[in-house]
Protein backbone atom coordinates (compact mmCIF):
# COMPACT_ATOMS: atom_id res chain seq x y z
CA UNK A 1 0.00 0.00 0.00
CA UNK A 2 1.20 3.15 -0.87
CA UNK A 3 1.71 6.17 1.13
CA UNK A 4 -1.48 8.45 0.07
CA UNK A 5 -3.49 5.55 0.35
CA UNK A 6 -2.62 5.29 3.99
CA UNK A 7 -2.98 9.33 4.57
CA UNK A 8 -6.70 8.87 2.93
CA UNK A 9 -7.63 5.79 5.52
CA UNK A 10 -5.59 6.91 8.41
CA UNK A 11 -8.94 8.28 10.28
CA UNK A 12 -10.76 5.06 9.72
CA UNK A 13 -7.78 2.77 10.61
CA UNK A 14 -7.78 4.72 13.83
CA UNK A 15 -11.83 4.52 14.24
CA UNK A 16 -11.14 0.47 13.54
CA UNK A 17 -13.91 1.14 10.83
CA UNK A 18 -11.44 -0.78 7.74
CA UNK A 19 -11.91 -3.67 7.04
CA UNK A 20 -9.70 -6.26 8.79
CA UNK A 21 -7.50 -7.07 5.98
CA UNK A 22 -7.17 -3.14 5.19
CA UNK A 23 -6.41 -3.08 8.82
CA UNK A 24 -3.33 -5.16 8.88
CA UNK A 25 -1.91 -3.84 5.29
CA UNK A 26 -1.84 -0.30 7.23
CA UNK A 27 -0.37 -1.44 10.74
CA UNK A 28 2.84 -3.63 7.89
CA UNK A 29 2.91 -0.21 6.21
CA UNK A 30 3.20 1.72 9.30
CA UNK A 31 6.27 -0.36 10.59
CA UNK A 32 8.23 -0.30 7.67
CA UNK A 33 7.49 3.79 6.81
CA UNK A 34 9.15 6.39 9.35
CA UNK A 35 6.59 9.17 7.64
CA UNK A 36 3.29 7.48 7.84
CA UNK A 37 3.72 6.77 11.27
CA UNK A 38 4.78 10.21 12.07
CA UNK A 39 1.67 11.09 10.33
CA UNK A 40 -0.60 8.38 12.35
CA UNK A 41 0.65 9.60 15.82
CA UNK A 42 0.10 13.28 14.99
CA UNK A 43 -3.13 12.36 13.91
CA UNK A 44 -3.73 10.36 17.29
CA UNK A 45 -2.38 13.28 19.39
CA UNK A 46 -4.91 15.73 17.69
CA UNK A 47 -7.78 13.46 17.86
CA UNK A 48 -6.65 12.67 22.18
CA UNK A 49 -7.31 16.47 21.84
CA UNK A 50 -10.34 17.39 20.57
CA UNK A 51 -11.74 14.43 22.64
CA UNK A 52 -10.74 16.44 25.94
CA UNK A 53 -12.72 19.31 24.70
CA UNK A 54 -15.68 20.12 26.99
CA UNK A 55 -19.27 18.94 25.28
CA UNK A 56 -20.93 21.73 24.01
CA UNK A 57 -24.62 21.74 24.35
CA UNK A 58 -26.64 22.23 21.32
CA UNK A 59 -29.39 25.51 22.25
CA UNK A 60 -32.43 25.30 22.45
CA UNK A 61 -33.73 26.59 19.49
CA UNK A 62 -32.02 24.41 17.84
CA UNK A 63 -33.96 21.57 18.76
CA UNK A 64 -37.34 23.44 18.45
CA UNK A 65 -36.11 24.61 15.11
CA UNK A 66 -35.50 21.01 14.07
CA UNK A 67 -38.56 19.87 15.56
CA UNK A 68 -40.52 22.47 13.33
CA UNK A 69 -38.05 21.55 10.04
CA UNK A 70 -39.47 17.74 10.34
CA UNK A 71 -43.15 18.66 11.23
CA UNK A 72 -43.39 20.59 7.83
CA UNK A 73 -41.57 17.42 6.13
CA UNK A 74 -44.30 15.23 7.56
CA UNK A 75 -47.20 17.18 6.77
CA UNK A 76 -45.79 17.36 3.09
CA UNK A 77 -45.08 13.95 2.48
CA UNK A 78 -48.51 13.02 3.68
CA UNK A 79 -49.88 16.04 1.89
CA UNK A 80 -48.09 14.29 -1.27
CA UNK A 81 -48.99 10.35 -0.49
CA UNK A 82 -52.30 10.35 -2.97
CA UNK A 83 -53.71 12.61 -6.07
CA UNK A 84 -56.75 13.19 -3.30
CA UNK A 85 -53.98 14.70 -1.04
CA UNK A 86 -52.71 17.03 -3.59
CA UNK A 87 -55.60 17.99 -4.80
CA UNK A 88 -56.76 19.10 -1.13
CA UNK A 89 -53.40 21.01 -0.68
CA UNK A 90 -53.59 22.82 -4.15
CA UNK A 91 -57.25 24.36 -3.34
CA UNK A 92 -56.02 25.14 0.27
CA UNK A 93 -53.02 27.34 -1.07
CA UNK A 94 -54.90 28.87 -4.13
CA UNK A 95 -57.71 29.81 -1.10
CA UNK A 96 -55.20 31.16 0.81
CA UNK A 97 -53.27 33.04 -2.25
CA UNK A 98 -56.64 34.67 -3.02
CA UNK A 99 -57.47 35.82 0.46
CA UNK A 100 -53.88 37.36 0.53
CA UNK A 101 -54.37 39.09 -2.39
CA UNK A 102 -57.91 40.69 -1.96
CA UNK A 103 -57.66 41.64 1.71
CA UNK A 104 -55.20 44.54 1.14
CA UNK A 105 -57.75 45.68 -2.01
CA UNK A 106 -60.98 44.98 0.43
CA UNK A 107 -60.92 48.27 2.61
CA UNK A 108 -59.69 50.68 -0.88
CA UNK A 109 -62.19 48.97 -3.01
CA UNK A 110 -65.18 49.55 -0.22
CA UNK A 111 -64.60 52.97 0.82
CA UNK A 112 -63.93 54.24 -2.96
CA UNK A 113 -67.62 52.54 -3.73
CA UNK A 114 -68.80 54.63 -0.65
CA UNK A 115 -67.62 57.84 -2.06
CA UNK A 116 -68.19 57.47 -5.65
CA UNK A 117 -72.12 56.93 -4.22
CA UNK A 118 -72.15 60.02 -1.46
CA UNK A 119 -70.53 62.26 -4.56
CA UNK A 120 -73.26 60.71 -6.54
CA UNK A 121 -75.84 61.49 -4.48
CA UNK A 122 -74.89 65.01 -3.98
CA UNK A 123 -74.93 65.56 -7.40
CA UNK A 124 -78.18 64.29 -8.91
CA UNK A 125 -79.84 66.93 -7.25
CA UNK A 126 -78.17 70.16 -8.36
CA UNK A 127 -78.45 68.69 -11.76
CA UNK A 128 -82.25 68.06 -11.51
CA UNK A 129 -82.32 71.67 -9.91
CA UNK A 130 -80.67 72.88 -12.85
CA UNK A 131 -82.36 71.74 -14.92
CA UNK A 132 -85.96 72.40 -13.92
CA UNK A 133 -84.61 76.18 -13.84
CA UNK A 134 -83.23 76.35 -17.26
CA UNK A 135 -86.03 73.96 -18.93
CA UNK A 136 -86.69 76.95 -20.71
CA UNK A 137 -84.17 79.12 -21.50
CA UNK A 138 -83.01 79.75 -25.13
CA UNK A 139 -80.04 77.97 -25.90
CA UNK A 140 -76.67 80.44 -26.78
CA UNK A 141 -74.34 79.89 -29.58
CA UNK A 142 -71.11 79.22 -28.60
CA UNK A 143 -69.36 81.22 -31.25
CA UNK A 144 -70.41 84.10 -33.61
CA UNK A 145 -68.38 85.57 -36.10
CA UNK A 146 -67.73 89.16 -37.16
CA UNK A 147 -70.15 91.25 -38.96
CA UNK A 148 -70.42 94.83 -40.88
CA UNK A 149 -72.52 97.06 -38.70
CA UNK A 150 -72.50 99.72 -41.13
CA UNK A 151 -70.67 100.66 -44.43
CA UNK A 152 -69.21 104.12 -46.45
CA UNK A 153 -70.86 105.87 -49.19
CA UNK A 154 -68.63 104.52 -52.12
CA UNK A 155 -69.35 102.80 -55.18
CA UNK A 156 -67.48 100.50 -57.20
CA UNK A 157 -66.95 99.03 -60.77
CA UNK A 158 -68.69 96.04 -62.12
CA UNK A 159 -67.04 93.21 -61.02
CA UNK A 160 -66.70 91.56 -57.27
CA UNK A 161 -64.26 92.53 -55.25
CA UNK A 162 -63.02 90.00 -52.41
CA UNK A 163 -61.76 92.01 -49.36
CA UNK A 164 -60.60 89.57 -46.55
CA UNK A 165 -60.96 91.73 -43.29
CA UNK A 166 -59.17 90.58 -39.47
CA UNK A 167 -61.24 92.51 -36.37
CA UNK A 168 -60.16 92.49 -32.81
CA UNK A 169 -62.28 91.92 -29.75
CA UNK A 170 -63.15 95.78 -30.13
CA UNK A 171 -64.49 95.18 -33.39
CA UNK A 172 -61.59 97.24 -35.01
CA UNK A 173 -60.10 96.01 -38.42
CA UNK A 174 -56.79 95.21 -37.80
CA UNK A 175 -55.61 94.00 -41.08
CA UNK A 176 -56.79 93.15 -45.02
CA UNK A 177 -56.11 91.64 -47.72
CA UNK A 178 -56.61 92.45 -51.69
CA UNK A 179 -56.85 90.73 -54.80
CA UNK A 180 -53.95 91.56 -57.00
CA UNK A 181 -55.73 93.09 -59.67
CA UNK A 182 -56.43 95.51 -56.38
CA UNK A 183 -53.06 96.14 -55.92
CA UNK A 184 -52.33 96.96 -59.89
CA UNK A 185 -55.12 99.68 -60.05
CA UNK A 186 -54.61 103.07 -57.39
CA UNK A 187 -57.90 104.67 -57.85
CA UNK A 188 -59.35 101.13 -57.28
CA UNK A 189 -57.32 100.72 -54.02
CA UNK A 190 -58.09 104.05 -52.99
CA UNK A 191 -61.91 103.77 -53.23
CA UNK A 192 -61.72 100.31 -51.07
CA UNK A 193 -59.65 101.71 -48.64
CA UNK A 194 -61.87 104.91 -47.80
CA UNK A 195 -64.80 102.67 -47.72
CA UNK A 196 -63.16 100.48 -45.20
CA UNK A 197 -62.18 103.95 -43.32
CA UNK A 198 -65.73 104.30 -42.36
CA UNK A 199 -67.01 100.54 -41.97
CA UNK A 200 -67.59 99.89 -38.78
CA UNK A 201 -67.80 96.28 -37.58
CA UNK A 202 -69.50 94.03 -34.71
CA UNK A 203 -66.63 91.57 -33.25
CA UNK A 204 -66.99 87.62 -33.05
CA UNK A 205 -67.62 86.08 -29.50
CA UNK A 206 -67.19 82.97 -28.14
CA UNK A 207 -69.12 81.79 -25.66
CA UNK A 208 -70.78 85.49 -25.05
CA UNK A 209 -66.86 87.06 -25.06
CA UNK A 210 -66.16 89.66 -27.60
CA UNK A 211 -62.83 88.04 -29.95
CA UNK A 212 -61.35 88.38 -32.78
CA UNK A 213 -62.11 86.74 -36.07
CA UNK A 214 -61.74 86.92 -40.03
CA UNK A 215 -64.97 88.36 -41.88
CA UNK A 216 -64.96 88.33 -46.21
CA UNK A 217 -66.64 91.14 -47.82
CA UNK A 218 -67.56 91.01 -51.29
CA UNK A 219 -67.92 94.60 -52.88
CA UNK A 220 -69.66 95.48 -56.14
CA UNK A 221 -71.74 98.29 -57.67
CA UNK A 222 -75.16 97.10 -57.12
CA UNK A 223 -74.65 95.64 -53.29
CA UNK A 224 -71.79 94.50 -50.79
CA UNK A 225 -71.33 91.04 -49.06
CA UNK A 226 -70.18 89.84 -46.05
CA UNK A 227 -69.16 86.27 -45.34
CA UNK A 228 -67.76 85.34 -42.26
Request: charge should be positive.
Amino acid sequence: MKCHEVEKNLSAYLDGFLPQTESQTISLHLKHCPKCTVRCEQTNTLRSRLRGLPAQAPPVSLTFSLRVIGSKEQTRRRRSATFSKIWENWAANTRLWRDNLMRPLAIPLAGGLASAVFLFGMVVPNVATYQSFTGNDVPTALYTEATVKSTGPFTFGDDDIIVELTVDEQGRMVDYSFPSKVSEDPELLRIIENNLLFTTFTPATTFGQPTAGKVRVSFSKSHIEVKG
